[in-house]
């Protein structure tokens, strides 16, 4: 089964750190970019940072610039998304999208080939 499996979620307290994880199941990540949305309660999903396939690129939500990191490990078929700093404001529902060669050109859900499940996040103290 062809799947993107997120992980990592929980709950952290204001200032905390997470690290999410994306892995791959059924097909390799080698030419997918990936990007992670996340959606709030009653809000629109909203893309918060993308890395381009080769890995050369990466993009970041002007809420989260300095504070998340994305990164992939194509060895192990995972992309990652490591958070500090965290904020209440970054409580939500968290996804990875896969779009094959993608270079984080923009955030229009036709892109994406593969979605996974969500992960909630919850910073609250």
């Known amino acids: 089964q062809l799947q993107l499996v997120e992980s990592g979620g929980g709950l952290v307290q204001p200032g905390g750190s997470l690290r999410l994880s994306c892995a791959a199941s059924?097909?390799?990540?080698?030419?997918?970019?990936i990007t992670w949305f996340r959606q709030a309660p009653g809000e629109e999903r909203e893309g918060v940072s993308c890395?381009?396939?080769?890995?050369?690129?990466?993009n970041y939500a002007d809420s989260v610039k300095g504070r998340f990191t994305i990164s992939r490990d194509n060895a192990k078929n995972t992309v990652y998304l490591q958070m500090n700093s965290l904020k209440p404001e970054d409580t939500a529902v968290y996804y990875c999208?896969?779009?094959?060669?993608?270079?984080?050109?923009?955030?229009?859900?036709?892109?994406?080939?593969?979605w996974g499940q969500g992960t909630q996040v919850t910073v609250s103290s």
């Open positions: 890395i381009s396939s080769s890995g050369s690129i990466t």
């Open positions: 999208a896969a779009a094959s060669y993608y270079s984080c050109s923009g955030y229009a859900y036709s892109y994406y080939n593969y």
């Open positions: 059924g097909f390799t990540l080698d030419v997918y970019g």
